[in-house]
Nanobody
Framework: QVQVVESGGGLVQAGGSLRLSCAAS????????MGWYRQAPGKQRELVAI???????NYADFVKGRFTISRDNANNAVYLQMNSLKPEDTAVYYC????????????WGQGTQVTVSS
């Protein structure tokens, strides 16, 4: 089993910055990707950014140029630097860890609240 723990959420004014951190631990075998999703009240969970173990990054259009994802593969960690935050970025942010065994297995953290005030 893989445990996923996020940290770094909070309350910030519009235009401000936050940095989210996520660490995976436990019976890790073959992580192929780590990333961030978010879910606002009344909305579906959506992709924010992901980075493969090989280094490829993919961002949602609504965060391009503002958010940066990075990984520390040696420590099974992923980070999300969020700049120029907007009130519409308010959501619970979830860390996703994807392993490839003989099947794809997704692990999720408990989520961290990000609130951006106007």
């Amino acid at each position: 089993q893989v445990q996923v723990v996020e940290s770094g959420g909070g309350l910030v004014q519009a235009g401000g910055s936050l940095r989210l951190s996520c660490a995976a631990s436990g019976s890790i075998v073959n992580i192929v990707g780590m990333g961030w999703y978010r879910q606002a009240p009344g909305k579906q969970r959506e992709l924010v950014a992901i980075q493969t173990t090989g280094g490829n990054r993919n961002y949602a259009d609504f965060v391009k140029g503002r958010f940066t994802i990075s990984r520390d593969n040696a420590n099974n960690a992923v980070y999300l630097q969020m700049n120029s935050l907007k009130p519409e970025d308010t959501a619970v942010y979830y860390c996703n860890v994807r392993e490839l065994l003989d099947y794809v297995h997704d692990y999720w953290g408990q989520g961290t609240q990000v609130t951006v005030s106007s």
